[in-house]
Nanobody
Framework: QLQLVESGGGLVQPGGSLRLSCAAS????????IGWFRQASGKEREGVSC????????NFVDSVVGRFTISRDNAEKKAYLQMNSLKPEDTAVYYC????????????????WGQGTQVTVSS
């Protein structure tokens, strides 16, 4: 059974950092792109970042460029989103997503979702 489980969210002060993890199970991760999306209260879901199956291509929404880093460890079946210099506007539920194909874009088709993890940036 395919499953994606996010962890690492929490409360952090502006300027702080969090590292989100996505643990995959029930499939071989090597062949597929992984993405991170977020949805703030009352707003539409937004693509934050995605990484191709090879790890070579990494895309980011403009608002997080230079602050967020996406990575993956296929042997451990995990993907990560390192979030630095966090801002209050980063507050949202963050979701890990599986594309089920090798490439990705922030507007591409997403096949599976995790349950989400809350990130709150506040003093």
């Amino acid at each position: 059974q395919l499953q994606l489980v996010e962890s690492g969210g929490g409360l952090v002060q502006p300027g702080g950092s969090l590292r989100l993890s996505c643990a995959a199970s029930g499939f071989t991760l090597d062949y597929y792109a992984i993405g991170w999306f977020r949805q703030a209260s009352g707003k539409e879901r937004e693509g934050v970042s995605c990484i191709s199956a090879s790890g070579v291509t990494r895309n980011f929404v403009d608002s997080v460029v230079g602050r967020f880093t996406i990575s993956r460890d296929n042997a451990e079946k995990k993907a990560y989103l390192q979030m630095n210099s966090l801002k209050p506007e980063d507050t949202a539920v963050y979701y890990c997503a599986l594309y089920r194909y090798a490439t990705c874009s922030l507007n591409g088709r997403v096949d599976d979702w995790g349950q989400g993890t809350q990130v709150t940036v506040s003093s």
